[in-house]
């Protein structure tokens, strides 16, 4: 069974708009951590956000920001004002054990 | 800022043929970690690494795949006899104590193509 969901296999979002990318997990540890990466052309993975289980507040960090929904165990990744820089591969992830599980990725396309 | 590097940022190499993938994690990092990614396709759990040993690995790291920390600064990956489906990126990461709240910090990757 799928541990991480990611609903949108491709978006296209005009320049300057807010974007949210979905996301689902499922787990039964009560404690547990969520990531999103950014993965550009070039192929690296870029660290975005990270959102604790326990954290009381949504994670934000500059223009992105966490909707953690615990009770339906959703983990949106929600960009403003995005840039034509924001063209990418979005993946999101959770911490199991040692090791980190990936979705299979959203491929956010902005539009000038 | 302190990153994670790797060598080579590409590789080809002929089926059957041993390569070896390298690594260089963040310094005070205990944790150390391979995943790949076939073109296209989700990023996937290899093996994780602490303490000299193995601690975690997928089924995808079957016997011909060993991990080895040789000195005080190198992880490396190597595959003994490359198949076509082994043609993938391959990231190396790197965390501080681990522990539910401790990222990884992924390199840039090793493109590894068989031919």
């Given at each position: 069974?799928?541990?991480?969901?990611?609903?949108?296999?491709?978006?296209?979002?005009?320049?300057?708009?807010?974007?949210?990318?979905?996301?689902?997990?499922?787990?039964?540890?009560?404690?547990?951590?969520?990531f999103?990466?950014?993965?550009?052309?070039?192929?690296?993975?870029?660290?975005?956000?990270?959102?604790?289980?326990?954290?009381?507040?949504?994670?934000?960090e500059?223009?992105?920001?966490?909707?953690?929904?615990?009770?339906r165990?959703?983990?949106?990744?929600?960009?403003?004002?995005s840039q034509?820089?924001?063209?990418?591969?979005?993946?999101?992830?959770?911490?199991?054990?040692?090791?980190?599980?990936?979705?299979?990725?959203?491929?956010?396309?902005?539009l000038? | 800022?302190?990153?994670?590097?790797?060598?080579?940022?590409?590789?080809?190499?002929?089926?059957?043929?041993?390569?070896?993938?390298?690594?260089?994690?963040?310094?005070?990092h205990?944790?150390?970690?391979?995943?790949?990614?076939?073109?296209?396709?989700?990023?996937?759990?290899?093996v994780?690494?602490?303490n000299?040993?193995?601690s975690?690995?997928?089924?995808?790291?079957?016997?011909q795949?060993?991990?080895?920390?040789?000195?005080?600064s190198?992880?490396?990956?190597?595959i003994?006899?490359?198949?076509?489906?082994?043609?993938?990126?391959?990231?190396?990461?790197?965390s501080?104590p681990?522990?539910?709240?401790?990222?990884?910090?992924?390199?840039?990757?090793?493109?590894?193509?068989?031919?």
């Amino acid at each position: 069974a799928q541990k991480i969901t990611q609903t949108q296999p491709g978006m296209f979002v005009q320049e300057k708009e807010a974007v949210t990318l979905d996301c689902t997990y499922d787990t039964s540890d009560p404690s547990y951590g969520l990531f999103w990466y950014k993965q550009p052309s070039s192929g690296e993975m870029i660290f975005l956000i990270y959102q604790g289980s326990y954290d009381q507040q949504n994670a934000t960090e500059g223009r992105y920001s966490l909707n953690f929904q615990k009770a339906r165990k959703s983990a949106n990744l929600v960009i403003s004002a995005s840039q034509l820089g924001d063209s990418a591969m979005y993946f999101c992830a959770m911490r199991e054990g040692d090791k980190i599980i990936f979705g299979k990725g959203t491929r956010l396309h902005i539009l000038p | 800022e302190p990153e994670v590097t790797q060598t080579p940022s590409h590789q080809v190499t002929q089926m059957g043929q041993e390569v070896i993938l390298r690594c260089v994690p963040i310094s005070n990092h205990l944790y150390f970690y391979w995943y790949r990614q076939i073109l296209g396709q989700k990023v996937e759990f290899l093996v994780s690494f602490y303490n000299n040993e193995i601690s975690e690995k997928s089924e995808i790291f079957d016997d011909q795949f060993s991990v080895e920390r040789p000195d005080g600064s190198n992880f490396t990956l190597k595959i003994r006899s490359t198949k076509l489906e082994d043609s993938a990126m391959y990231f190396c990461a790197s965390s501080a104590p681990s522990g539910i709240y401790n990222e990884q910090f992924f390199g840039p990757g090793t493109r590894l193509t068989v031919l």
